[in-house]
């Protein structure tokens, strides 16, 4: 088992993916780099941790190909 995060960084990725719908993909460098661009700087962890919730949520949200 995996550590969890906190309720905030998935609350935030959520919000994100929301207003953002198009900008973030399943690539977890291109998310840190989209959130640089946005200029959301809540500390080096807190942005790795976001940029992997969003990759994560992204993946969840693709239909799955068999």
Do not use: C, S, W
Request: aromatic share 6%; charged share 30%.
């Amino acid at each position: 088992m995996g550590r969890t995060k906190g309720r905030n960084v998935k609350t935030v990725a959520h919000k994100l993916l929301q207003v953002y719908p198009d900008a973030f993909g399943t690539d977890f460098a291109a998310n840190k780099a989209k959130l640089k661009e946005l200029g959301i700087f809540e500390g080096n962890r807190q942005q790795n941790k976001l940029a992997a919730q969003i990759a994560n949520d992204v993946k969840a949200l693709k239909p799955k190909e068999d």
